[in-house]
């Protein structure tokens, strides 16, 4: 009877421990009535054009989800929250990164599409744990020299940008499974791209001047002919 009553204790902490983990809070003001509980907050279509100071107390925040508000930046005190694993902004008016966003190490999934992005800070390349990069409909020109540093990278969208070309260092994503490239301003490819073997979708339309080689054309034939069969 001990025994059987110590599991059900011990299954109704799990449970609670879970419901909290797994609530969704709407409200920064609810959230920060008890801060150290709060794991998932949802402030899209909230009409903010400054991110208040008052989310760096929610410590153990794990996803923080931002859409389709007027933010033009992003506060350096976002990196104090560390135990983010996935951010939300698209839809915003971001013209740049925090320089220091290298600090998030167990961000999974950043997605930044439809905001006014030109560059990205190098301390991305510090994200190793990053599977998503979205930063479709941006202003983007080029990519980190080092991009491939982030070998974790399952999915990356970087479509509707103004990129002219992609860094040699590409070839170490291994791991992409998704790479959307869509109306650009590309004209070649590094010859390497070709060791992107995961890739179940490579989407180079829109880039009117770009010529692919021999090999490259194989190699995207390849990859829409086992993405058909899937």
Same mark, same amino acid.
């Given at each position: ?11 109704? $902490? ?5 419901? +909290? ?21 949802? *402030?899209? =279509?909230? #009409?903010?054009?400054?991110?208040? &100071? ?15 508000? &007027? ?8 990196? %104090? *929250?560390? #135990?983010?694993?996935? $951010? &939300?902004?698209? =839809? /915003? ?6 320089? /220091? ?5 167990? *961000? ?22 990053? %599977? ?6 941006? +202003? ?17 969208? *970087?479509?509707? /940008? %103004? ?18 490239? =869509? =109306? ?9 791209? $070709? ?10 339309? &829109? ?8 090999? +490259? #054309? ?13």
């Amino acid at each position: 009877m001990k025994n059987t009553f110590l599991s059900l204790s011990i299954l109704l $902490i799990g449970l609670t421990s879970y419901g +909290q983990k797994s609530k969704t809070y709407y409200s920064l003001d609810d959230a920060l009535k008890n801060p150290g509980k709060v794991y998932i907050l949802n *402030l899209n =279509h909230s #009409e903010l054009s400054v991110l208040p &100071e008052s989310i760096s107390k929610l410590t153990n925040l794990t996803t923080l989800s931002l859409s389709n508000n &007027e933010l033009k930046t992003l506060p350096d005190f976002i990196v %104090q *929250l560390t #135990e983010l694993t996935r $951010i &939300e902004l698209d =839809h /915003n008016k971001l013209t740049a990164l925090p320089d /220091n966003i290298g600090k998030l190490v167990n *961000l999974e999934y950043l997605s930044l599409g439809f905001n006014k992005l030109k560059a990205l800070p190098e301390s991305i390349l510090k994200l190793n744990q990053l %599977q998503t990069l979205s930063l479709g409909n941006n +202003q983007l020109t080029k990519l980190p020299d080092n991009i491939g540093k982030l070998k974790a990278l399952t999915t990356l969208d *970087l479509s509707n /940008n %103004q990129l002219a070309g992609l860094p040699d260092n590409i070839a170490p994503l291994v791991n992409l499974t998704v790479l959307n490239l =869509h =109306h650009n301003k590309l004209t070649a490819l590094p010859k390497n791209i $070709i060791r992107l073997r995961n890739l179940v979708t490579f989407d180079l339309e &829109e880039n009117t001047g770009l010529v692919l080689t021999a090999e +490259q #054309e194989k190699f995207k034939k390849k990859v829409a002919t086992n993405s058909s069969s899937k």
